[in-house]
């Protein structure tokens, strides 16, 4: 087979034995990969409770893992979340998928839970689960350096060990774009980290030609936009390139929501961080962009979301300050968003947001969940709720919301409701017309058309994160070009229309999973605050409170377009059966 | 919807591409709606409506080169567009004659588009499509009619008239259609301008300006003005004439990043303000310009990607012609040392730049001299065929 492996390895963790299959061919060429394969593999798992053991922890990589198609090289792990109780994926870089895919695989289906801290290790043909009792409590850095000479690692810190909520599976020490809590359901089946070296490429391509035209493609078209390689964009200087732009558009969060406007971000802007930490490039594996940005020592430097929510979210402008707190959630293994916007809620519950120099003690007070971290690490929903005030947590389906405010961007007031994971821009990515003007402006305060804009953009993501491209190459490129690198490389037509097709089929199957586990209409909804409480105007930008029943009537729009009921729930039981 | 349906109706009348009349645009949200010519109103109704876009627009060109390209050819079932900017968008434009249209109908308009942004369907006209926005149907049909000019008229430069009725459609294109392009008429605030107010206001007229004397195509090209320690810059995908709010103020030592959303080419004219005296600079794809651009005559020349590789600076009319990439491809780089002379250039297969020493008046009518020329000089080497 081009493109697959078709090989998957599946791991029974309670009873320790590691065994081989085939996947069927029409399930790949139907979901693609990464996320899309991973969604499929849920199904009959998917009403079970996060921490069951028999929930299963999906790796999953793309058809183009392991070729030259631009920003290719990444893996979707997939599960549901315990924070959420959404179906939930996460993408990262990092040398790991490709070094997955080498070794012959592409996904692993990791079930059950081990009596004992235990680390999956693949050596080329060979994997095994070896006892890892000395690993349990170290943090990521430490446990990335002890494994290091076996191959590229993902792994769990503290926190994940500890049942934080919003744990992350760090994918190398800098790659935990991750959001849901994942890493507490690795860290309940007692899998410390994942550890791999692939003996050689094992990615085919059927028209090698064919294939390098349309990178050239791709990458003509990543030259052309200057969101991606302009001087100003974020190869250069990363999503921190955001800092100025979102408070310039004034829509940034500030203080748990209750301002949209920062102007002391301009202490943590992508100038500011280059002219402090002399930043250098660093990124996933086979990605001409490298956004990620390094100290000279190779520490990560935080990316936009965790700065804006450790900073302008907590009213925080000492860049240090971010920069350790973002490194300490690397070290525990915590998401940086949920973690800033955590602290932002309780902080305006108890009156006070938290001090820059509180902030490592409390992100590890989290990690390992003592004092206030107890509580912390449910997240802020369940934060709120203890302290009476459930108004306080800034989330949708319990997920914390990111650093773009949606009364500023009404496609993302919708995104945020109608993502399948719960509060996220990454699912329709809205920033990109809105904000970023790609591929052509829309009006950020008008509700008029997004109903189906939010729906064409679910679904290309969704077959995005199946191709597992990463969403930043789509700032320039688009599904055309992938479509061609896809059938290039595997041989089989597909074409921007049917992409989109199989988009929509992940996106159903996902919806369906979370109508199974009772959510509906009632959870497709922000918070009250947006609803009520304008944001901070100004320099000509007004930023009045969302019309309630403009956003109603066009989240009803948007459920016609999906052909779901009033009720955002499928009118067929059986929905889910007739799908490959 | 039906709004912006009227909008981009009118900017297809004034911008004379498509033929009053003969326009109709379909749109969707949770229910499809269509407006315009009702045959052409059914067919874009009945293509959108199998596709998964917001808008799309059907419309008969205003020139007769889409057809005559299609009939030009009888092997083929795409044309692949020379100039660089439309290339980079939309690689190839699917055609479909009008016997595959009779049997296959809007069913397989919406498969091709469900690949391509456009589509020329003969005797019927160009079909595009919007994934977004009823505009982006506007500007894909904007971009496969530039697409189709500039490649009917290098074609008839290499290989004549070959089809009855040709020449005289040319021949009427020539009286009829082209305008003579001036100046004239037009006001500019002279300059230097400092004044962060004016230069924005200035700015948005020069815009609009560009478009109404047919100087882009759709909206693309880019616009700046250099203030003190800033640069002034149309945005990326701004319509250059509705530049109201789209201008991005960029700090010329890098302080802040508010100008990510500034156009593509903002490298490229920062370096030509650190290398000339240039205060301001015009970006436009003029029709002829781009066309000659591309007529070199060095013989044996082993480079297959001209656009790209070129290494020669080549004097068209007084204009130096230079090869590169849009962004941060070679264009940067291969512009700025050129264009400090005489105040203009041109970039293989895309389009002009022009500069100005105190203010617009100056680039304007450059660029307006750049175009006319090599709208005199096509003419001139077609007769000579
Ligand atoms: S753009 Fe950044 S996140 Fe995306 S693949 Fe490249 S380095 Fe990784």
């Known amino acids: 087979m081009n493109g697959w492996t078709g090989t998957i390895l599946k791991v029974d963790l309670t009873s320790g034995r590691l065994w081989r299959e085939t996947l069927p061919a029409e399930f790949l060429h139907a979901y693609l990969g990464g996320r899309g394969l991973g969604v499929r593999l849920m199904r009959g798992f998917h009403t079970l409770d996060p921490f069951a053991p028999e929930m299963p922890l999906i790796f999953a990589a793309g058809p183009l893992c392991g070729t030259t198609a631009p920003t290719t090289d ?136 064919r294939f390098q035209l349309a990178c050239q493609d791709v990458l003509r078209l990543f030259r052309a936009s200057p969101i991606i390689f302009g001087e100003l964009g974020i190869a250069e200087y990363g999503t921190p390139a955001l800092v100025d732009l979102v408070n310039q558009r004034r829509m940034v969060p500030t203080e748990n929501f209750r301002r949209t406007y920062f102007p002391e971000s301009r202490n943590y802007s992508g100038p500011a961080i280059r002219r402090e930490y002399g930043a250098q490039k660093g990124g996933c594996s086979g990605c001409p962009i490298q956004c990620l940005k390094l100290t000279p020592r190779g520490e990560y430097l935080p990316e936009y979301e965790a700065l804006s929510h450790f900073g302008a979210l907590n009213g925080i402008s000492n860049l240090a300050a971010i920069v350790r707190a973002n490194t300490v959630c690397n070290e525990l293994g915590l998401d940086p968003v949920s973690a800033g916007a955590t602290l932002s809620a309780w902080g305006e519950g108890r009156g006070r947001f938290p001090a820059a120099d ?134 089989i037509e597909y074409s921007p229309q049917s992409l989109g097709e199989t988009g929509e089929r992940i996106y159903l199957t996902e919806r369906f999973y979370n109508c199974a586990n009772g959510f509906s209409v009632a959870d497709d909804l922000l918070p009250e605050r947006f609803y009520v409480e304008p944001g901070s105007g100004g320099d000509g930008i007004e930023v009045p409170a969302i019309d309630r029943a403009r956003f109603d009537e066009e989240l009803q729009k948007y459920y016609r377009i999906r052909g779901l009921t009033p009720a955002g729930t499928f009118a067929d039981p059986r929905f889910l059966e007739k799908l490959p | 919807m039906y709004d912006q349906i009227a909008k981009y109706t009118r900017k297809l009348v004034a911008d ?56 030009r050819t009888s092997d083929q079932s795409l044309i692949i567009p020379r100039d660089t900017e439309t290339r980079t968008f939309l690689h190839d434009i699917p055609f479909v004659r009008s016997d595959e249209f009779a049997a296959g109908g809007p069913e397989l308009l919406a498969r091709l588009l469900g690949n391509r942004k456009g589509v020329i369907v003969e005797g019927v006209g160009i079909v595009a499509v919007g994934a977004v926005t009823v505009e982006q149907a506007y500007i894909n049909y904007s971009s496969v009619f530039h697409a189709v000019f500039v490649k009917y008229l290098q074609d008839l430069l290499t290989g004549g008239f070959l089809l009855p009725g040709e020449r005289e459609a040319l021949e009427g294109f ?47 090209g880019n616009i700046s003005c250099r203030g003190d320690d800033m640069i002034y810059i149309s945005q990326t995908a701004a319509s250059l004439d509705e530049l109201d709010g789209c201008i991005d103020p960029v700090p010329f030592a890098a302080t802040s990043t508010t100008g990510i959303t500034a156009s593509s080419e903002l490298a490229a004219h920062r370096r030509i303000y650190e290398t000339s005296d240039a205060r301001v600079i015009l970006h436009g794809h003029p029709k002829f310009s781009v066309v000659m651009s591309m007529q070199c005559e060095r013989e044996g020349c082993e480079i297959t990607d001209c656009w790209r590789d070129c290494p020669h600076v080549r004097i068209l009319g007084g204009t130096p012609v230079v090869a590169g990439e849009i962004g941060a491809g070679g264009l940067a780089k291969r512009v700025p040392p050129v264009i400090g002379e005489s105040g203009r250039a041109l970039v293989y297969g895309h389009g002009v730049f022009t500069t100005g020493r105190q203010d617009f008046a100056e680039a304007f009518r450059l660029m307006v001299e750049v175009e006319n020329w090599c709208r005199h000089e096509y003419f001139r080497r077609l007769a000579e065929r």
């Not at chain 1, 599960?79 to 592409?106: E, N, V, W, Y």
């Not at chain 1, 599976?169 to 994942?194: Q, S």
């Not at chain 2, 045959?39 to 876009?53: E, F, I, K, P, S």
Request: glycine letters at 12%.
């Open chain 1, 74 to 209: 990444r893996l979707a792990v997939v599960s549901r979340s315990p924070l959420t109780g959404t179906i939930c994926d996460c993408s990262s870089g990092g040398r790991f998928p490709r070094q997955m895919k080498s070794a012959g695989f592409d996904a692993l289906f990791l079930s059950g839970a081990s009596p004992r801290p235990v680390v999956l290790r693949i050596n080329g043909d060979t994997a095994e689960l070896v006892p890892a009792d000395a690993l349990w409590g170290k943090t990521v850095p430490e446990t990335i350096a002890t494994l290091a000479d076996a191959g590229s690692v993902a792994a769990i810190g503290p926190a994940g060990e500890n049942g934080v909520l919003f744990a992350n599976i760090m994918v190398g020490e800098g790659n935990g774009g991750g959001r849901g809590g994942l890493g507490a359901v690795m860290g309940h089946k007692r899998l410390k980290a994942v550890v791999v070296d692939g003996a050689r490429s094992v990615t085919t391509i059927a028209d090698r030609q």
């Open chain 1, 358 to 491: 509180e902030l490592p003690g409390l992100l590890a007070d989290i990690g390992h969940r003592r004092g206030d971290g107890a509580l912390l690490a449910l997240g802020s929903r369940r934060v709120a709720e203890q302290l009476g005030n459930p108004g306080l947590s800034m989330s949708v389906k319990s997920l914390e919301l990111p650093a773009y405010d949606p009364r500023g961007a009404y496609g993302m007031a919708l995104a945020y409701c109608t993502s399948n994971r719960g509060g996220c821009h990454l699912r329709a990515y809205p920033l990109s017309h809105e904000i970023l003007r790609k591929p052509v402006a829309t009006d950020r305060f008008s509700f008029s058309g997004k109903g189906r804009i939010i729906k064409i953009a679910e679904d290309t993501n969704a077959a995005v994160d199946s191709l597992m491209a990463c969403t930043f190459s789509f700032l320039g490129a688009t599904l055309e070009e992938y479509a061609e690198l896809l059938s290039a490389a595997t041989g």
């Open chain 2, 16 to 71: 004379r591409s498509a033929l009053h009349g003969w326009i109709a645009f379909a749109a969707q949200d949770d229910h499809l709606l269509t407006a315009g010519e009702p045959y052409l109103a059914q067919l874009a109704g009945d293509v959108l409506g199998r596709l998964d876009a917001l808008g799309l627009v059907a419309a008969r060109p205003s020139l007769p080169f889409a057809d005559f390209i299609v009939r």
């Open chain 2, 174 to 220: 020539r009286s009829d259609w082209l305008r003579p392009l001036t100046a004239d008429g037009l006001v500019f605030r002279p300059g230097p301008l400092t004044e962060p107010a004016l230069i924005l206001s200035e700015v948005t007229t020069v815009g609009r300006y560009t478009v109404e004397r047919g100087l882009v195509d759709s909206f693309f």
